[in-house]
């Protein structure tokens, strides 16, 4: 459609006709050439002056121009009532193109003309006034079509001629003279009187019908031709051939006087016919009887060229017009007047100064035109009426917006201006085309500023001017007539950068549009329209592009058909802020092609953005909007469109649509992606819903399958459980830098499956189907299933993806590729998260929050893409200097070979549960079958029990004295609950093999339950080639959880170790008929010599409700092993003795420290204790170790089969045991004898077991001290004797520091003191034995005690 | 008589509308052209250009002369949107390069005047009205202002939260009573 053009009233229309069958193409060239002549030089056209044909023809030599305008589209018949109000509306000329090689081809090509034009132009049109035929030589180079004069009408151009401007020119402007002929027909015809009649008849007048005319003589004989005849050469063949008359000749040329003088007052000639006034007396008042001939005069000067003329003309006619009530023709001369004065200032633009008021005068004429226009009442209530009126009212306002936007576009009234007036081009509505790229609108703004100011116009002005033709009268138009006004409506408000306004009127071009297509195809009538001139011609309805001349709807693309009408859809929905496009729309091509969304791109930012970004637009609008562009997708109908612009509403949208809404767009999109495969579409839409991945894991494997890696020199060292049961598994190093961090890589198994948990997001409120979701993975190939899934509205909802790794290596998991049902699959990654990455992606929310509360950005561009552009432009800038960015790391597994699989086929207990008592022992048997194809060739067994945790919690305090500390260790090492004797244990299990493993519990009181682990793992597999096998091997763990119930029954208490008793043994050694307990209590108590001897004592107490028989053994060197036992019954304690040899120690023994063991690292000893108390403390703890090592406590079930073992452990041990238990260092044994030489052999009288001495008084006796070393050294030894009360007693000699000499190890010094008892009574006599050690200290190392009773003799 | 006011926020988000019938009759003064309409087309597409273009509220005017239910629902709710909408295009040039907040008779459309005013926070507030009464609505738009600030004193109210507020819908509509 050719742009509308501020001085079309000065333009002669020529239409071009293609004829015969031209190519597209050739059309084109050859309507481009002739159409490159936009104006032709008054002086170039050939003047016909000898007849009154030569009324318009130019003067000789005068300098103005005729201006052409091409046109491919006649005017519709219903603007036939026009043709003499505005005779510029109609093609006054037609030329008729083809292109032809044959001469004798050129026959038909006129023939083929001469029926098109007569099909165009109805009979009796007043307009073409002129016709020609122009063939173009097809370029064949040989043949001469020689035409001579044989086709009048028909002009051959051949192809060897080399300048065809220039012939062309001449044949336009032959053609314009004819047409310059004509003009003075036409005139004539309305000069006479019945023309006149005619053209005041109505306020659209037409010419009158040629039979109305008067007949002259010479045209009545042309009358009868009936067959096309052959006119003179530059008559119009139409006119003549159809109506058989001419018009123009047979009037009295009642003017040719006043057009000769050309710009004298015209005379007013009365020569109205009066029957017209009688007519219509009401419409056309007596005095403006010639305004509107005046009028019609000014028009065809002005299509002349002839402006000094016309605009005498027209001052005439506006001054008859004036008063009268003829709006509609006034306002016509307006506008015309108006039109003069650009011409005027086009012709002369070379010395014209720019005035800045020059257009205020023009633009009031407009102004007052447009009035008159909006004022006119028609009288016949004709439809037609109206919608011309509308049409000669759109159009003059739309002239008005039209020199107020030249002005302003072309910066000032100057030539620019003036030629855009004239001849308006293809770029006319964009004035700043190389800046309305939308990424500088802020520029794109100011620019349209400085324009304003340069040129003295703002755009509001240009705006208010627009508005002024839209209202409901735009209903009055017929369709093409309205599309032309609304398109140029909106492409003014385009151009003026008022993007809303220009969306509402796209609006309505649409509506025009679409309901061209809709009526259209309801009528069910073949493709082509009814009415031709509309030119939605061609329109096929199956969905594929019109190939031509379908509605240009911007005049940018006029053929593109469906692409145009939904490029003008996206573009209204943009303006509005909703990007239609925010799903592509792709080809299937390749189900296995997926596109790939990069988790961290811009993709990302988008969607981060997407979650956080404050809202744009209208939301009601914006629904409503969409709702149309639904409508037309689905009217045109292009099904991939509705479903991408239905899904892309829905992504962008869905925070502002009801439920219904959602719904039914989900809905019409599913619809319409069924409807498209189905017929075949190759196109459909890219997955839509934004990420819909929020997180992925890879589900750890069970426990029983989980592989562990193990350094393969764990093979080779003992493996002992000792440190691993104490510290735990726990690194002794708070900080190691080899052991791999938390995150570390999981492990698969080779041909095993594994799980990976997905969750999905689904925003909206209905459920979301997915036809298939799968796992994208690179490195290891996998084997894998997709899987279908609805995922439920407004939620997040997990799904489990399965899939087995088909070799050993390291697999990475991308992400997932998912496929909406009827769109194309799309791949979603979802990298590891790192700390830039989270630091980045935190910042840019910080940024978008930041953003929402504050507002930088108004209006159109705070439409979410524009915000985005901005941002990333700056990020842009601010990133180049930071190089690369970093890799995306993915979510990374290892897969190891393939592993053996065991399983506990059966075990001993009943429902996994233990009874014991406290201290006894029994065995739990595992079966064991591999279950698997592999051989397992290394079994390991670890256990876990509910002590151990306390244990180890305490141990870690690490608050615990030494003593304590072994204690806890002791008891977690050598009294575990669970133990398992390697070496009797099966080494491998072959496949489908069964072993049995047996285990050995012990009951342990406040154990509750426990936990076998059994590892297990193929270690020497076969080498496949000659690699080096890698360090670690893989194990599996079995795990087994006992139920463990321990009953505590037997109490030890008060541990007591004492000095054997004289008395004791001596009553051991009396036989007599005692009873069986008695008798074994003596069996126990005899001892050899009771000084060597102690005795230990222990209580024990039954708590439980049966009797337990308790039994002490005894295992020392050198002696016999001895046991105790006694039956416990419920309830009551019994103490327990049983002698015990007394223990020596070496030096270097006792003074160790307490060992720890565990394998902890002690920093420093946190003893407080000075070293006296801790030698104490050091000699108890090995004595007591000592003494457990001996004495062993033992129950047995009353009645039962159970035993076990009674421990000691809790006893603690005093200082007055040790003493007892110790060997003394060195013995002092010491015995009165009597003085005398001469009685050897009698001796001093004692009591029965030898502990007391019975001397009488005042007797000498000799006190015989015999000192033994019996430590295993060399010792100096001294004696002190202290006699008490001394006083009663007469010794000889000193009895302090006696010195011994020294004394070897086992060697003896006796020494006698002589004495007497003076007086009856009790003396206690004491000795000392003192060593000296190296540094000259004396120590005690023995004493000794004789008691004697002194009686009176 | 009807005014149709709108709150947009700076990303032309309506953060409330009101639709207020004053008793005053409409003067129409409407042009010749715009009687008789055809109805010629009775597809969607043409009822849409219809009611863009203006011809039903016309038409309504011109069965039900003087009537005050001029705004029916659906369609013509939509259209007195897209008006309101597309004067921002206006609005924004015109605020701009005036320092008023008062922007009188900014635009005209079909029948409708608009009116507006620009807060300091890029708020606009919009109205469609058809008759002049400068003084008149400056002083609702003073009011409106009032209880809009007074509204934004709320430190959980943003500049993109809607106005669900009943206080202010009624202390408008009063206003409107008033000044409309």
């Avoid at chain 1, 009936?226 to 530059?234: G, I, K, R, T, V």
């Avoid at chain 1, 061609?538 to 145009?564: K, L």
């Avoid at chain 1, 463990?1044 to 043994?1065: F, G, K, N, R, W």
């Amino acid at each position: 459609m050719e742009p509308l053009a501020f001085a079309s009233l000065a333009h002669v229309r020529v239409l071009l006709l293609p004829v015969g069958n031209i190519r597209k193409p050739d059309f084109e060239r050859w309507a481009g050439e002739i159409a490159g002549f936009e104006s032709i030089r008054l002086g170039d056209i050939p003047s016909h002056s000898k007849d009154d044909r030569a009324r318009f023809m130019p003067n000789p030599l005068s300098s103005g121009f005729l201006h052409l305008s091409f046109t491919t589209h006649p005017a519709p018949t219903s603007h036939v009532p026009l043709s003499l109000i505005r005779p510029s509306d109609f093609p006054l000329g037609v030329i008729g193109i083809a292109s032809c090689s044959q001469t004798d081809a050129l026959s038909s090509v006129l023939a083929d003309f001469n029926e098109v034009v007569s099909n165009l132009f109805p009979e009796g049109a007043t307009y073409p006034l002129a016709k020609n035929c122009f063939v173009f030589e097809e370029s064949d180079g040989n043949t001469n079509i020689d035409v001579g004069n044989h086709f009048p009408g028909l002009v051959v151009i051949p192809a060897l001629l080399g300048n065809k401007q220039l012939h062309i020119g001449t044949l336009l402007a032959d053609l314009c003279s004819n047409i310059l002929g004509e003009f003075a027909t036409v005139m004539q015809a309305l000069e006479s009187p019945l023309g006149n009649e005619y053209l005041n008849a109505s306020i659209f007048p037409t010419l009158p019908p040629p039979s109305d005319l008067p007949r002259s003589l010479d045209h009545e004989i042309r009358s009868h031709d009936s067959l096309p005849p052959l006119p003179s050469q530059h008559s119009q063949p139409e006119l003549a051939t159809t109506s058989g008359a001419l018009r123009s000749k047979t009037p009295l040329p009642l003017k040719r006087n006043s057009t000769i003088a050309s710009g004298l007052m015209p005379p007013r000639h009365a020569s109205l016919p009066p029957p017209s006034a009688k007519k219509k007396p009401a419409v056309i008042g007596a005095a403006s009887s010639h305004g509107r001939l005046f009028k019609v005069t000014g028009d065809l000067f002005l299509l002349a060229g002839r402006l000094e003329d016309s605009e005498i003309w027209y001052s005439e006619a506006l001054a008859l017009l004036k008063g009268t009530q003829d709006t509609a023709w006034h306002a016509a001369a307006l506008e015309g007047s108006a039109v003069i004065q650009i011409v005027q200032a086009w012709a002369s633009t070379a010395n014209e100064p720019s005035d800045v008021e020059l257009w205020s005068d023009i633009l009031d004429k407009l102004k007052q035109a447009s009035a008159l226009y909006h004022r006119t009442t028609p009288q016949t209530e004709s439809e037609s009426t109206f919608s011309l009126l509308t049409y000669l009212y759109t159009h003059s306002v739309l002239r008005q917006a039209l020199l107020l936007f030249s002005v302003w576009s072309t910066k000032g009234w100057g030539p620019h201006a003036f030629s855009m007036m004239m001849h308006p081009d293809g770029s006319f509505y964009s004035p700043l085309a190389n800046s309305s790229a939308p990424s500088r609108r802020r520029s794109f703004h100011s620019d349209l500023e400085r324009l304003t100011t340069i040129s003295g116009i703002s755009r509001a002005q240009i705006a208010s001017i627009l508005t002024q033709i839209h209202g409901p009268w735009l209903l009055h138009l017929d369709e093409r007539e309205r599309i032309v006004v609304l398109q140029a409506l909106a492409s003014i408000y385009g151009a003026l950068g008022y993007c809303r306004k220009e969306a509402y009127i796209l609006r309505e071009v649409l509506g025009c549009v679409m309901d061209l297509i809709v009526c259209g195809r309801e009528d069910e009538t073949p493709i082509r329209t009814p009415n031709p001139g509309l030119g939605i011609r061609g329109i096929t309805f199956d969905g594929e592009p019109a190939s031509q001349g379908v509605i240009g709807v911007r005049e940018v693309e006029p053929v593109e058909g469906n692409d145009s009408i939904l490029r003008v859809v996206k573009q209204i929905c943009k303006i509005h802020g909703v990007d239609l496009e925010a799903v592509k729309l792709t080809y299937v091509s390749d189900r296995q092609d997926f596109t790939t969304m990069e988790g961290n791109g811009f993709e990302e930012a988008g969607n981060v953005a997407e979650t956080t970004e404050a809202p744009f637009g209208w939301p009601e609008l914006q629904i409503g909007i969409v709702r149309e562009a639904l409508a037309v997708a689905e009217a045109l109908p292009d099904y991939p469109s509705v479903a991408q612009f239905s899904l892309s509403s829905l992504k962008t949208l869905h925070e502002v649509m009801s439920q219904a809404e959602q719904y039914q767009m989900y809905q019409a999109a599913t619809r319409a992606l069924a409807i498209a495969k189905r017929r075949g579409d190759s196109r459909t839409v890219e997955y839509w819903s934004g990420k819909p991945i929020v997180s992925l894991e890879i589900l750890p494997l069970p426990l029983p399958r989980l592989p562990m890696e193990k350094p393969l020199s764990l093979l080779v060292q003992e493996f002992t459980s000792r440190g691993h049961v104490i510290a735990g598994y726990t690194d002794p190093f708070l900080y190691n830098p080899r052991r791999q961090s938390g995150r570390a890589q999981s492990t698969l198994v080779q041909g095993e499956p594994f799980e990976v948990v997905i969750t999905l997001r689904n925003p909206f409120v209905f459920d979301l189907e997915l036809q298939s979701i799968r796992l994208s993975t690179s490195g290891v190939p996998i084997e894998s299933e997709s899987i279908t899934l609805t995922v439920p509205a407004n939620s997040y909802h997990p799904v489990k993806l399965s899939g087995k790794a088909l070799h050993a290596g390291t697999l990475v998991i991308r992400g997932c590729v998912v496929q909406a049902p009827g769109g194309a699959p799309c791949e979603f990654t979802l990298p590891l998260a790192t700390d830039d990455e989270e630091d980045k992606r935190g910042g840019q929310q910080n940024a978008n929050e930041c953003d929402m509360e504050r507002v930088k950005r108004s209006g159109l561009d705070a439409r979410g893409w524009e915000k985005r552009r901005s941002r990333l432009s700056g990020v842009d800038l601010g990133s180049t200097g930071q190089g690369a960015k970093p890799t995306i790391r993915h979510l990374e597994c290892k897969v190891i070979e393939e592993q053996p699989l065991l399983r506990i086929r059966r075990t001993s207990l009943t429902h996994g549960a233990v009874m014991l008592y406290n201290g006894e022992t029994s065995t739990i048997r595992l079966v064991l079958e591999n279950v698997s194809s592999l051989p397992v060739d290394f079994l390991a067994l670890s256990f876990d029990d509910s002590t151990i945790g306390p244990a180890r919690q305490t141990l870690a305090d690490d608050n615990l004295p030494v003593f304590e500390t072994y204690e806890t260790e002791y008891d977690l090492i050598y009294r575990p609950v669970f133990s398992w004797d390697k070496n009797q244990s099966p080494h491998s299990i072959h496949p489908g093999e069964k072993t049995t493993l047996t285990l050995n519990c012990f009951g342990k009181v406040g154990c509750t339950n426990g936990t076998i682990n059994v590892s297990y793992a193929y270690v020497h597999r076969p080498q496949a080639n000659l690699q080096k096998p890698p360090d670690v091997f893989h194990t599996r763990q079995l795990s087994f959880s006992a139920l463990v119930t321990v009953y505590h029954m037997l109490e030890c208490d008060s541990m007591d170790i004492l000095p054997y008793p004289q008395d004791a043994a001596l009553v051991a050694h009396h036989g007599g008929d005692d009873t069986p307990e008695l008798q074994a209590m003596k069996s126990v108590m005899k001892i050899p010599d009771a000084v060597d001897w102690c005795l230990f004592s222990i209580t024990v107490r039954n708590t439980y409700g049966i009797p337990f028989q308790v039994t002490f053994r005894r295992h020392q060197a050198g002696v016999d092993d001895a046991s105790t036992t006694a039956l416990v019954p419920p309830g009551s304690s019994t103490r327990l003795l049983i002698p015990i040899k007394k223990i020596s120690l070496s030096m270097e023994q006792t003074t160790k420290p307490v060992p720890t063991l565990s394998d902890k690292q002690f920093v420093v000893t946190k003893s407080s204790l000075t070293s006296a108390e801790e030698h104490a403390q050091r000699e108890l703890f090995w004595y007591r170790e000592e003494l457990f090592r001996t004495v062993h406590g033992e129950w047995k079930e009353g009645g039962g089969a159970r035993q076990g073992s009674l421990s000691l452990r809790q006893q603690r041990m005093s200082m007055r045991m040790l003493e007892a238990l110790r060997l003394e260092t060195t013995r002092v044994q010491m015995s009165l004898v009597p003085c005398d030489e001469g009685d050897a052999g009698k001796s001093i009288a004692s009591n029965q077991a030898g502990t007391r001495f019975l001397p009488s008084s005042d007797e000498f006796v000799c006190l015989r001290i015999k000192v033994t070393n019996l430590s295993p050294s060399a010792l100096v030894l001294s004696l002190n004797v202290n006699l008490d009360p001394s006083s009663h007693i007469i010794s000889q000699g000193v009895l302090s520091n006696i010195p011994l000499g020294r004394l070897g190890s086992g060697d003896f010094h006796e020494s006698e003191v002589p004495l007497v008892f003076i007086s009856c009574g009790r003396f206690d006599l004491r000795v000392e034995v003192e060593s000296l050690n190296s540094s000259g200290d004396l120590t005690q190392v023995g004493r000794g005690l004789l008691r004697a009773t002194v009686m009176a003799s | 008589m009807s005014h149709h006011l709108f709150l947009l926020s700076p990303s032309d988000t309506p953060l409330y509308q009101l639709t207020h019938y004053s008793s005053k009759p409409a003067q129409t003064t409407t042009s010749p052209l715009a009687s008789n309409l055809p109805s010629w087309s009775t597809s969607a597409f043409a009822g849409t250009l219809t009611a863009l273009s203006g011809a039903t509220s016309a038409s309504q005017a011109h069965h039900a002369q003087g009537g005050n239910i001029r705004i029916g629902g659906g369609q013509d709710r939509h259209v007195i949107q897209m008006i309101a909408n597309a004067s921002l295009d206006v609005i924004e040039e015109v605020m701009r390069k005036e320092n008023a907040m008062y922007l009188k008779s900014v635009d005209k459309f079909n029948e409708w005047t608009v009116s507006a005013f620009v807060t300091p926070g890029n708020m606009k507030f919009v109205l469609l009205h058809e008759t002049r009464n400068d003084d008149g609505i400056k002083a609702f738009f003073n009011d409106v202002w009032e209880l809009y600030v007074k509204t934004m004193l709320n430190p959980f109210h943003t500049a993109h939260t809607p106005i669900r507020s009943t206080v202010f819908d009624t202390r408008v509509r009063a206003s409107a009573k008033k000044y409309l």
